[in-house]
T-cell receptor, first 116, second 113 residues
Framework: DTEVTQTPKHLVMGMTNKKSLKCEQHMGHRAMYWYKQKAKKPPELMFVYSYEKLSINESVPSRFSPECPNSSLLNLHLHALQPEDSALYLC???????????????FGQGTRLTVV | QQQVKQSPQSLIVQKGGISIINCAYENTAFDYFPWYQQFPGKGPALLIAIRPDVSEKKEGRFTISFNKSAKQFSLHIMDSQPGDSATYFCAASIRGGSEKLVFGKGTKLTVNP
């Protein structure tokens, strides 16, 4: 199983709503990521969890709140978003980087988020 | 120093032709270079990856060529097919370093039938 599963696939939310994006992987990967992707742009790293601990926060606004309940699950809690936050949100996972292995991240299909 | 420069931005190739996408980097600490393929509305999918101790890696119709001294690497798609039409991203990371992938800006490939 080389799948990263994201739910929901599509989400429309108002600026005062609270919602959560979910991500699950069963590959035994110990690094999990949230990326944001705008149209015609590369994925932009938001957060990295390594062994269930937040290891990288790319100065993301606090209206995005990540959570890693266990080694297989990753959530992204959303609150008071702005229309400019509309994007494809991608979850990814990888084996923990080692001197032999680079970061081959496996991506989910993404959640298409629209903030109205 | 973290940048990976990718060209061209878009590429149109006839069916059966060779598609070539180029990437260059500055940070010599990068030592792992994956390529991703992304179809519209889907997440990026890992296509092929290379380490700098190898000058070429081939998987089916996809080949990565690596020039360590020039700090450049490229993706060649042989016998390009309409189903290869997608956006391709090169990326770079540091083995054993932080789990941070640096992406190129992407190349939109269109293969005409």
């Amino acid at each position: 199983d080389t799948e990263v599963t994201q739910t929901p696939k599509h989400l429309v939310m108002g600026m005062t709503n609270k919602k959560s994006l979910k991500c699950e992987q069963h590959m035994g990967h110990r690094a999990m990521y949230w990326y944001k992707q705008k149209a015609k742009k590369p994925p932009e790293l938001m957060f990295v969890y390594s062994y269930e601990k937040l290891s990288i926060n790319e100065s993301v606004p606090s209206r995005f709140s990540p959570e890693c309940p266990n080694s297989s699950l990753l959530n992204l809690h959303l609150h008071a978003l702005q229309p400019e936050d509309s994007a494809l949100y991608l979850c990814a996972s990888s084996q923990k980087g080692t001197p032999l292995l680079g970061t081959e991240a496996f991506f989910g299909q993404g959640t298409r988020l629209t903030v109205v | 120093q973290q940048q990976v420069k990718q060209s061209p931005q878009s590429l149109i190739v006839q069916k059966g032709g060779i598609s070539i996408i180029n990437c260059a980097y500055e940070n010599t600490a990068f030592d792992y270079f994956p390529w991703y393929q992304q179809f519209p509305g889907k997440g990026p999918a890992l296509l092929i990856a290379i380490r700098p101790d190898v000058s070429e890696k081939k998987e089916g119709r996809f080949t990565i060529s690596f020039n360590k001294s020039a700090k450049q690497f490229s993706l060649h798609i042989m016998d390009s097919q309409p189903g290869d039409s997608a956006t391709y991203f090169c990326a770079a990371s540091i083995r054993g370093g932080s789990e941070k992938l640096v992406f190129g800006k992407g190349t939109k490939l269109t293969v005409n039938p």
